[in-house]
């Protein structure tokens, strides 16, 4: 995802946005920029460059540029190949110059009508639209660059962080969101812009989250926010430094800060990939659409928890992409004879992107014909993103716990994305897909009232104080999430877990069940819960205890037998993400009764880079 930095004041700015992209390379880029307002001569003065940021550093040290407002970008090409041309900041005329997050699905039009009226365009880039249609309105209509800002993006159909300068005057930053973030760091005599507060770390604490719509103005001493035609306040948030992912705060475990995350790296990852009513599809790259148009199946390589994220995606692949899907455990994967069927993506998945085996996997894969390989992972920098021909990072930031938690469930958003994504191939028709996706835009808030259930399932963790033993059902997609609440609780409390479908009870896993064999049971309102029903019937018949995740809507009581925890209703293909939370929370209490150590649990490493 790119990175936008911007910056007012009586001094210098170069160095502040030289900073800021550093502090923003975790996020992964190809080409690095800079525009600044040289007073001295009122114009703007660009420097591009392909490559890491200390190429642009080498660029500035050599032209010594000097302005007191500018604009800085990273970018992940996503329309046209990474080269100096393609690289943010944009300029029309040299006069107005923007740098952009984000994907404009109605570029082509746009540009088209701007050819027309006489734009000459330099890049391959749908972000180019932008500068031209604010340099038409500002120069056609004379208007203010905050008047030309509003009415360029009326016309933008997609996503969209924007920051904008202006040649002829040095005196203001005018910026606007659209499903991409965007903060203003307040200072004393001047003020910032960045896509995340990481980025100003050095030069303020205070911010301003802009939300969705938000358009503001920041001059040296003063900023403006609009929604619409109304003016409005925003709060500004003291948030120090990067405590959200280095520090515990006010959590006891890395690993329960990490779970409460969750709804806010949920809508990081969301964030520019998909709009009101669509996926955009740009956002896997330039090379996505014509590898998504040859596929016809799909093959997923994964190892521990990213393996039941593929497990759950092949239910998402064939339902709603309509294409067969296989997965495999990525240290089998090389040593069976592998079958592979014309059109074939080659999916990995992994946190680290520097696992093992998943990445001889992709190596192995690469001689076996397949259309093309792509990876979903949460570091940019890693040699899994560097060897596949295209990926899609999750947004999860630094996973310090060792069981994985906000990775697992930002894996789950993008593998959702790309089932989407590819039915569009398959007869997914426009309403089905806007269906999809606003579903999928309440999966935030869904993550964040699934957390309340805390306390109570703080509670229920005592009674699994003095096992040793626990079995795991689900049905359907929800069998992987089983799978992934069984290992999360063999992994930190040191119980002995297993996961089954509830269907295969009576083939063997039913001669287990006993008083001192708690069962947990995920329940979510959907064809199956008739069957789950019967199965957990077994079990209650057995002297088992069972603890079920239901759906509050639907009738599953309490008793003697049974404790049931009641989650929100929610969309039917959000259950996989929302039913996984408590199962988190139900491992992490029941270790801290256990008395382990929960962040780095005996035996176990954050990234295995051994096969």
């Known amino acids: 995802m790119c990175g936008i930095v911007g910056a007012i004041a009586e001094r210098n700015v170069s160095g502040i946005l030289l900073e800021g992209l550093k502090r923003l390379e975790y996020r992964g880029y190809d080409s690095a920029g800079m525009s600044l307002y040289v007073e001295s001569k009122s114009k703007l003065k660009t420097i591009k460059t392909v490559g890491k940021v200390e190429k642009l550093l080498e660029l500035l040290e050599k032209q010594k540029p000097s302005g007191n407002v500018g604009i800085a970008h990273t970018r992940w090409a996503t329309h046209g190949k990474p080269t100096v041309a393609n690289a943010h900041p944009h300029d029309s005329n040299q006069e107005i110059a923007i740098v952009h997050n984000g994907i404009i699905e109605n570029h082509g039009p746009l540009r088209e009508q701007l050819q027309k009226d006489g734009y000459e365009f330099r890049t391959e880039t749908d972000s180019e639209v932008i500068a031209h249609l604010i340099h038409q309105e500002r120069r056609g209509s004379k208007t203010t660059l905050l008047g030309a800002v509003k009415r360029c993006i009326k016309k933008l159909q997609g996503a969209y962080g924007l920051c904008v300068i202006d040649g002829s005057d040095g005196d203001e930053i005018v910026i606007a969101r659209s499903g991409s973030p965007l903060v203003i760091g307040v200072g004393i005599g001047e003020n910032f812009v960045a896509s995340d507060p990481l980025a100003l770390g050095q030069v303020t604490d205070r911010f301003i989250i802009l939300e969705e719509g938000d358009i503001a103005r920041i001059s040296l001493t003063d900023y403006e926010i609009w929604q619409g035609s109304k ?10 430094g990067r405590a959200r992912e280095a520090e515990k705060g006010a959590y006891k475990h890395f690993m329960l800060k990490e779970i ?10 969301l964030d520019g990939r998909i709009s009101q009513d669509k996926v955009l599809e740009e956002a896997f790259g330039i090379k996505a659409r014509s590898i998504f148009d040859k596929t016809k199946s799909v093959q997923i390589v994964a190892c521990g928890t990213s393996f039941h994220a593929g497990q759950v995606a092949k239910y ?18 090389r040593y069976r004879d592998i079958i592979v069927q014309p059109g074939t993506l080659f999916v990995t998945i992994s946190q680290s992107g520097e696992t093992a085996d998943t990445l001889a996997a992709l190596r192995y894969a690469k001689g076996l014909g397949y259309v093309g390989s792509l990876a979903i992972c949460n570091v940019a ?8 021909d295209f990926c899609i990072l999750t947004m ?12 697992f469930t930002t894996q789950l958003a993008l593998l959702l994305i790309l089932a989407i994504a590819l039915a569009r191939r398959s007869g997914l028709t426009a309403k089905q897909e806007r269906k999809l996706v606003k579903d999928l835009s309440k999966l935030p808030e869904l993550v964040d009232r699934t957390l309340k259930l805390n306390k109570d399932i703080k509670k229920v963790s005592k009674q699994f104080s003095d096992k040793h033993h626990s079995l795991f059902l689900g049905r359907g997609i929800q069998y992987p999430v089983a799978k992934e609440g069984a290992l999360k609780l063999k992994e930190i409390s040191y119980i002995h877990a297993e996961a089954y479908p509830a269907g295969e009870l009576k083939h063997g896993p039913l001669a287990l069940v006993d008083t001192n064999m708690p069962v947990v049971a995920v329940a979510p309102n959907n064809e199956l819960l008739g069957k789950l029903r019967a199965n957990l019937s077994e079990v209650s018949a057995r002297g088992g205890k069972l603890y079920v995740f239901a759906d509050e809507s639907i009738r599953f009581e309490s008793d003697k037998s049974c404790k049931v925890l009641n989650l929100p209703k929610c969309p039917e293909v959000l259950e996989p993400v929302v039913y996984t939370v408590p199962l988190q929370l139900l491992s992490y209490h029941v270790a801290i009764t256990k008395g382990t150590d929960v962040d780095h649990p005996r035996n176990l490493a954050k990234s295995v880079t051994v096969e």
């Open 231 to 240: 003016k409005v306040e925003r709060a500004v948030t003291t948030v120090k």
């Open 260 to 269: 409460n995350e969750q709804p806010e790296v949920i809508q990081d990852t």
């Open 316 to 333: 998402w692949l064939e339902s709603i992409a309509k294409l067969p899907c296989q997965v495999d455990i990525a240290s089998d994967y």
């Open 381 to 388: 920098t890693s040699s899994l993103v560097r060897e596949s």
């Open 396 to 407: 999860a930031g630094q996973e310090i716990g060792v069981a994985s938690t906000k990775a």
